[in-house]
């Protein structure tokens, strides 16, 4: 089955605490699982940004909710426990537990008051029933700005002379850890009718491998008879490793092609490249940086 919503998951993770035990979220999730049937493939489903499982937030999120509200209370960081309050609104056998539900405890309307309000008193418009938590809509955000920086990118990098776009390959090239030195990568690129090999960059610093280049500044698709031409030279250097970089795009025979093969030939297409430069800050500068904290619970206990 799909993976619940965090509100799907706050009345399960209320009744778990219903013995009255101190639960780790750990503990939580496992038994979560079990109730809502997910498979492994399900809870190892991530974030967009990679760095945390979907299921592990939405049960995070589910019990910062319900410790607003005052139905459950954090002894020390990672656990939870009823209060008495919980105890008392589970009593009357709810069917779910919603944000609006929660709207009845005046903890919780003054915890979402303050969530709508900016530091200058303005109001700030949210869903009032989201199905995504606060750092799934952030990330959500992230990944679309991302993508619209990534196609403007690529636009503007298509408008560039041939010159430049193998300036850029050295310099991305460069900030991706290859090459021994800017000198040696200044003169890998640009060495065009080589057999049709556009340059040669060490793969790392100590120069133990060679990867032979191809750099493209292309409008149409790369097929598998250009790809078929780059493989040709490498064989006549006897290379094992290939790059080639476009601005468009590769055909599904060329990708095939590449994926049986002997050496091993990575495709770099517009997409992907825009992505690298985003990544690794080529071209585009930071504009805004926001830090998502939590309280240190361990911080706050005394001995």
Known sequence: MPIPDFQSIML??????????????????????????LSNEELGELLPS?????????VA???????????????????????PEGMAFLATNPNKITIAALNQFEKFRT???????NKNGQEVIFSPEPTETPEELLEQSYQRINEELAGS???????CSPTFFENLVVELLLKMGYGRNRVEAGK????????????????????????????KRWTGCVGRPEIQKFVGALHGKRAR??????????????RDYVSHIDPRVVL????????????????????????????????????
């Open 153 to 159: 990118l690529l636009e503007q990098v298509k408008q």
């Open 12 to 37: 399960p993770l209320l009744c778990l605490a219903n013995d009255e035990e101190i639960w780790t979220l750990g503990d939580a999730r496992k038994s979560l699982a079990a109730v809502f049937e």
């Open 61 to 83: 999120w589910a019990k910062v909710y319900l410790e607003q509200a005052g139905l459950l209370v954090s002894p020390k960081r990672g656990r939870y426990q009823i209060t």
């Open 111 to 117: 915890f979402r008051l303050s969530a709508k309000t």
């Open 241 to 254: 490793k290939g790059v080639f970089i476009t601005t468009s795009t590769f055909s599904s025979d060329a």
């Open 50 to 58: 990679g760095r945390q499982r979907r299921f592990d937030n939405r």
């Open 188 to 215: 890998a690129i640009g060495r065009s009718g080589d057999e049709g090999i556009d340059g040669i960059i060490s793969e790392d610093r100590l120069g133990l491998e060679a990867i032979y280049i191809q750099a």
């Open 268 to 303: 770099i297409d517009g997409a992907q490249l825009s992505e690298y430069m985003i990544e690794h800050n080529l071209g585009v500068s930071v504009k805004a940086i926001y830090e998502v904290k939590r309280i240190d619970t361990d911080f706050f206990i005394e001995e």
